[in-house]
C-alpha cells in the first residue's frame, strides 16, 4: 500500500484470497494506490486507486443553551447549538435515559434550535452529534429545564368591606396565597391595573383598590414565572355608597317653649339607609332613625 510512491506498513503475500490494508491515521483527503511485485519481473501498480476524504472533527464543545430554563407544565422551550458544524446532525435525548426526542437538526454554521416538546417534568438534555464517516459524540454540555405548576385559580377572594362611602377605600383579599405568584388588583370592567402587583406570602394577601367614586367589581390576575399569567376564578363586588348630605332641611315645631317641655325638631327629605342621631352638643338624644 503506497501514498503515491511512499510505501505504508508491511507488504503482503498474495494468497488467493482478499488482502486488507490499514491506512495510517487520515487529516486530509488521500489517494491510495497498491505497487504488486513479483520476484523476476518489474514491480506493477494497480490500476485501481482509491482517494479517502477525511471530515473534519465533531466539536464536542459547542455552547448549548436554551430559548427558556423555566416552563409550565403542558409547554415546551427550544434547545439551542450555538456554531453547529455544517455536515454535522444534532439529535436531542433525554439525559436519562438518551431516548431521542423530536427529529435530528441538521448544522448550518450558526446557531440551531431542537425543540423539546411538550414538557410536565423537570428534564435534563443531551445532544448526539453525528457525522457521515465519523463515531457519533455526544456534546460535553448538557441543559436542564424546570418545570412551573401553574398558579391557583380557585383561591378564596374577599374584600375587608363590600361597601365603602364614596371617596374612600377598602382591601381585596386573597386567602392562601402562593409565594412564587404575584398578584394584580384589576377593573373587572376593562381589566385596566389598580396599584401594583404584590407577591404572594403563602397567607392573606392584602390589595388596596385606592380611592373609589363609583362602584366597582374587581378580579385578579395571577402571574408565576413561565407560565401564562390568568385571572383568579372569584371576582369581588364593592359597592360605594353616596356621602349623607348635609344640607337637609330642619324644622323645629316651636323655638319658645315652657321650661320642662319637649319640641319636635324635623328632618326633611331624609335619604334611604342613612341613620339620623339628635344630639345636644355631644351627647345623643333618643334612639337613632334610618332614613
Known amino acids: 500500500l503506497r501514498i503515491g510512491t511512499t510505501k505504508l506498513g508491511v507488504a503482503q503475500a498474495g494468497n488467493g484470497g482478499t488482502l486488507i490494508f490499514q491506512t495510517p491515521a487520515i487529516t486530509t483527503a488521500t489517494t491510495f494506490n497498491v505497487l504488486a511485485t513479483r520476484e ?5 501498480q494497480l490500476t485501481q486507486e482509491q482517494t479517502i476524504d477525511a471530515a473534519a472533527s465533531i466539536s464536542t464543545g459547542l455552547t448549548v443553551g436554551s430559548d427558556a ?18 455536515g454535522v446532525s444534532y439529535q436531542l435525548r433525554n439525559n436519562a435515559d438518551n431516548s431521542t426526542i423530536g427529529s435530528p437538526v441538521a448544522g448550518n454554521g450558526g446557531t440551531i434550535n431542537l425543540p423539546t416538546e411538550n414538557l410536565t417534568a423537570t428534564t435534563t438534555f443531551n445532544i448526539l452529534a453525528s457525522r457521515p464517516g465519523c463515531t457519533a459524540e455526544q456534546l460535553t454540555t448538557t441543559r436542564q429545564i424546570t418545570i412551573a405548576q401553574p398558579p391557583n385559580l380557585a383561591l378564596v377572594v374577599g374584600a375587608v368591606s363590600t361597601s365603602v362611602c364614596a371617596g374612600t377605600a377598602t382591601n381585596i383579599t386573597i386567602a392562601s396565597s402562593e409565594a412564587d405568584v404575584s398578584y394584580q388588583l384589576r377593573n373587572d370592567a376593562d381589566n385596566s391595573n389598580v396599584g401594583t402587583a404584590m407577591n ?9 383598590t385606592e380611592n373609589l367614586t363609583a362602584s366597582t367589581t374587581f378580579n385578579i390576575l395571577a402571574t408565576r414565572t413561565g407560565c401564562t ?5 372569584n371576582t369581588v363586588a364593592v359597592t360605594v355608597l353616596d356621602t349623607p348630605d ?5 324644622d323645629i315645631s316651636n323655638h319658645t317653649i315652657c321650661s320642662g317641655e319637649s319640641v319636635s325638631i324635623t328632618v326633611r327629605n331624609a335619604q334611604n339607609n342613612v341613620s339620623y342621631q339628635l344630639k345636644n352638643g355631644g351627647s345623643d338624644i333618643n334612639a337613632a332613625q334610618t332614613g
Open 40 to 44: 523476476g519481473c518489474s514491480d506493477v
Open 246 to 250: 348635609p344640607a337637609l332641611t330642619i
Open 69 to 86: 430554563t423555566l416552563v409550565c407544565t403542558g409547554t415546551g422551550t427550544n434547545i439551542t447549538v450555538a456554531s453547529s458544524q455544517t
Open 229 to 233: 399569567s390568568q385571572a383568579l376564578n
Open 200 to 208: 404572594g406570602n403563602g397567607g392573606v394577601l392584602n390589595l388596596s
